[in-house]
């Protein structure tokens, strides 16, 4: 009962550090195998969660193992297959621990500084980093002139300009100035807005007679940031209004950050003053990104989301998807979508055939040409390819070898006699060596157990689906 107390430790230690969704989803049902003088190992549920464990919450686990066994160097985590056992009191399942120790606790709250910084613009992103700016060839001026703007606001690039069609990431960069100069100068007074809003503020201003005191508080600003300038067509009075603000800021040498869908002089709505000023410092232009940068974007995308994006299908989307980054991040969120609906994994035709509808692709597929589906006429067929996909012997899966290499094979052939032909279990267990209905209903149930669990299992029975054609 040690590990088990010690393991609740650990837990209500990461608790603190872990956003409530990650710790339930990546943590689930865990218990400590082994405890020695150098090395700790943890038992959890699948090669996925420990994959997941090691590569996203290595930092966060080592903290809290730390707090419990202090010079603790080694933190292994191994696949237990009967987690799931009733009779393993050293289990911990992190849903009913937290129904229980955590519902009630409330995490360390902001402090009051911190409040205020979240107030000010609740508009601002906080993940449009320059970290998370994906760079392509015609986007690089653009992110190295936001990177010396950050290092030197005020005297390098004065005003920075930004320009180029819809979603192209101009507001990401705008706001990971914001987010960047907020957080390296704590002292400097920074103001982030859109056109739309600079509009809406100026009416206001007007209407209860406070043009000063708006063009007061303008005037202590250390940073402008204003997205989609174009907005400003037609209204004279409010393009007045922001051409003294400009002039009383860059008088001061105080940092504006402009962005909009053209090039300034390409901006004929706009008062010929203003746009002259607009291009008084650098202008830089975001072309749109090629392949390799949408396919980049596209699995960073998917690694946010903690969805696994097959190489094939990331590829296609990029290679039919070649306007913007909204579009790319558009097509992802409606397979991610699917799939956490229906909880089937999407495949090359499926997202091929969604393209289609969606106008952005005519062709079902591209340049990759997919094998032919197997025509099955019986439940050898079935076995077959289920034979062949695991590299594994017919007499091994029909039979009674209960090695896991034997077992999830197996399993899966089941799987898809009984759901892609509608076997029924007593015929399903008569091909496999006579096995009884209840343990034919017993592997079915438990493979898709595994499903939910593994994605990797999950792709290998969708791949095996799409080759069948069921």
Not at 114 to 136: G, M
Not at 393 to 415: D, T
């Amino acid at each position: 009962m040690d590990k088990y107390y010690k393991l609740k430790s650990i837990l209500l230690t990461l608790w603190q550090d872990l956003k409530k969704q990650d710790f339930l989803v990546y943590f689930r049902k865990i218990s400590i195998l082994e405890i020695t003088s150098s090395k700790i190992t943890f038992w959890v549920v699948s090669n996925f969660m420990k994959d997941n464990l090691e590569a996203k919450f290595d930092t966060q686990i080592r903290k809290a193992v730390d707090i419990e066994f202090p010079g603790m160097e080694d933190i292994q985590f191994k696949v237990d297959k009967d987690i799931d056992n009733p009779s393993n009191t050293n289990v911990i399942d992190c849903v009913d621990f937290y129904k229980k120790n955590l519902w009630k606790t409330k995490k360390p709250s902001l402090t009051e500084k911190d409040i205020v910084h979240k107030e000010k613009n609740k508009t601002i992103n906080d993940r449009y980093t320059l970290e998370k700016f994906i760079v392509w060839s015609d986007s690089q001026l653009a992110y190295s002139a936001a990177e010396a703007v950050i290092k030197n606001p005020g005297n390098a690039y004065n005003p920075l300009y930004i320009y180029g069609e819809v979603w192209l990431g101009k507001t990401h960069l705008l706001q990971a100035i914001w987010n960047a100069v907020l957080k390296k100068y704590k002292w400097k007074k920074i103001a982030y807005t859109t056109a739309d809003k600079f509009i809406t503020e100026y009416v206001e201003s007007v209407k209860k007679r406070g043009v000063d005191k708006m063009r007061s508080k303008y005037r202590d600003i250390d940073v402008l940031i204003i997205d989609d300038v174009q907005f400003l067509a037609k209204k004279e009075q409010t393009q007045n209004e922001l051409y003294n603000i400009f002039n009383l800021l860059y008088d001061s040498s105080k940092q504006i950050v402009l962005s909009g869908d053209r090039a300034p002089n390409e901006l004929t709505e706009l008062e010929p003053r203003l746009r002259s000023r607009f291009g008084w410092g650098i202008t830089i232009d975001i072309g749109k990104p090629d392949f390799e940068t949408r396919l980049a974007i596209l699995q960073e995308k998917a690694h946010e989301r903690e969805f696994l994006l097959p190489n094939e299908i990331a590829e296609f989307i990029a290679a039919n998807v070649v306007e913007n980054v909204r579009e790319l991040e558009w097509i992802l969120n409606q397979i991610i979508a699917e799939y956490e609906l229906t909880g089937v994994v999407p495949t090359l035709t499926q997202v091929a055939q969604k393209l289609k509808k969606l106008s952005f692709t005519t062709e079902i597929l591209w340049s990759v040409k997919r094998p032919q589906k197997k025509t099955i006429k019986s439940y050898e067929d079935i076995i077959d390819v289920v034979s062949a996909h695991f590299g594994i012997e017919k007499e091994g899966i029909l039979g009674q070898n209960r090695k896991k290499e034997f077992m999830i094979p197996r399993q899966v052939a089941m799987y898809l006699l009984k759901n892609m032909l509608n076997y029924t279990y007593e015929r399903i267990g008569n091909i496999f060596d006579g096995r009884n209905h209840a343990a034919v209903l017993y592997s079915c149930n438990k493979l898709q157990k595994l499903i939910k669990k593994d994605q990797t299992l999950m792709y290998e029975v969708n791949a095996l689906r799409e080759e069948i054609g069921l």
